[in-house]
């Protein structure tokens, strides 16, 4: 990326570069890159092997402790984690396409169902994966009865959605934002344990044709 | 609560009523308390019996399908789910005392330890409380291996939580921000499992002691 914060807050042109470390087939990777895709945000991605466990070496640890990934690095070296603080981080420096909310109820209903999505839906297929795959055995104990059990309360919180989208455009009216990309990349990632939409959710069934087909999507 | 936003975004006072449905035992109802007392929003607060399943009736599930609390009712009455989502409206409504940042990067540190203390010690301590006592038994399946390992990831986190204490005031360095707020209801609830701060926090022990003496953490 070629662009950095001034101390007026606005993006520039400048030599040093911020950089996003991910892994490319992560789903909380793809939301930074579709969220930033949609802002026009021009980043270098740097990949991490997280199966080999290169996010856990003492380097990136001490960039981000949590160890999960995306985290963004600034030019000044500082480090944030967390899919959504690096997407707070653009919203808040780069005014194109706002895409969490434009009005004060706007920005709380984005946040609500922004969050709906990630508790009710994503969470629930994560842990479905974690917990039933043992991926990360190495670094977790997995507990596959309780693997199930998200994967199963996923599953239901597929009606919810595809109820919220009968008379919406997108999760919050007819303005796209951050909680229509959360759920893509969820539903998209939901495949790896057999997670998906049916026939009957024909409202979720348009929306996922419609948000599919955005260039993000690609990101 | 005698204020409401005017179609400039205005809080003014007027007849009608915002309220939040609430528990007030619940953690999360707490943080929106808290919020809302640094904020000096006054608010209305009705009782909801969460062990009868008051929640689950058709009435305030049409208000807010997930049934979980808290859940905010505007005057018009659009209702608002989610902590945070409510968090936000306010945060966006009532310039006094901001508690989500007021820079762009400090709004990206404070949805970052926010999102900390959520992820890797709140949501475990809840983990281990839900699937631990088996609460909730009536309307989720309790798995008590899980409740477990979800316990000792919130213990274990601890250890960080104190490392970032070390050098800073409150999580995002001498900043008073929502994370805070999220840590101190998470803590004082974590005691119902038996998950406490060791003598060997010190720096956290500081820091609850600190905030533990504002008098929002009455609220």
């Known amino acids: 990326m070629n662009t950095a914060l001034t101390a007026s807050g606005i993006l520039t042109k400048r030599e040093n570069s911020m950089k996003i470390y991910e892994a490319s ?27 080999a466990g290169e996010n856990l070496n003492s380097e990136n640890r001490a960039k ?25 981080y653009f919203e808040e420096t780069v005014s194109d396409n706002p895409l969490m909310g434009r009005t004060p109820l706007e920005k709380a209903q984005v946040e609500m169902w ?35 059990v998200a994967g199963k309360a996923a599953t239901k919180y597929l009606d919810d959605l595809n109820a919220q989208l009968a008379d919406s455009k997108y999760l919050v009216g007819d303005y796209f934002s951050i909680a229509d990309i959360n759920l ?23 929306w996922y044709q419609d948000v599919s087909a955005r260039p993000s999507a690609k990101a």
């Open 114 to 148: 922004q969050r709906r999505v990630e508790f009710y839906f994503m969470m629930q297929v994560g842990m479905c994966f974690q917990h039933s795959t043992g991926y990360f055995k190495d670094r977790m104990t997995p507990v596959p009865e309780y693997g199930a």
């Open 184 to 206: 893509i990349c969820a539903l998209d990632f939901a495949r790896v344990v057999k997670i998906k939409m049916s026939d009957e959710h024909t409202h979720l069934l348009r």
């Open 64 to 88: 981000n402790p949590t160890t999960k990934i995306p985290f963004l690095e600034l030019d000044d070296g500082t480090c944030i984690g967390e899919t959504l603080a690096i997407c707070r």
């Open 25 to 51: 087939t992560a789903p909380n990777a793809r939301r930074v890159r579709m969220f930033l895709a949609e802002k026009n945000v021009d980043m270098e991605y740097v990949q991490l092997d997280i199966a």
